[in-house]
């Protein structure tokens, strides 16, 4: 069982920068691959970035792909997302998720292969 809580969410003007934390609990969170996940008013959850249980290697929506960065921290049970560039189109609920089978392979897989999930930071983006 793992359990996340996000952070860091806020109101950016565009152009500007936030970093998103998601602090897991569980002896295991170094086993997982992690996700970053983001849902707008009236669309459909979709991905974002995702790092596999070791952090080396990484995936990234097209529409994030070189302003946003994943990483993580296993001594720390922490996986961050580093948001520059933000757009307006950025504008959502982001969401953290967990999932112990994931594969390297599979890291741009959708909302449905994911275990646990945290419960999500507003990022708002002015422009």
């Known amino acids: 069982q793992v359990q996340l809580v996000e952070s860091g969410g806020g109101l950016v003007q565009a152009g500007g920068s936030l970093r998103l934390s998601c602090a897991a609990s569980?002896?295991?969170?170094?086993?997982?691959?992690m996700g970053w996940f983001r849902q707008a008013p009236g669309k459909e959850r979709e991905f974002v970035a995702a790092?596999?249980?070791?952090?080396?290697?990484?995936y990234y929506a097209d529409s994030v792909k070189g302003r946003f960065t994943i990483s993580r921290d296993n001594a720390k049970n922490t996986v961050y997302l580093q948001m520059n560039s933000l757009k307006p189109e950025d504008t959502a609920v982001y969401y953290c998720?967990?999932?112990?089978?994931?594969?390297?392979?599979?890291?741009?897989?959708?909302?449905?292969?994911?275990?646990?999930w945290g419960q999500g930071t507003q990022v708002t983006v002015s422009s």
């Open positions: 998720a967990a999932d112990p089978l994931l594969g390297t392979h599979d890291l741009g897989a959708p909302p449905k292969r994911y275990d646990y």
């Open positions: 569980g002896r295991t969170f170094s086993s997982y691959a």
């Open positions: 790092i596999s249980w070791s952090g080396g290697s990484t």
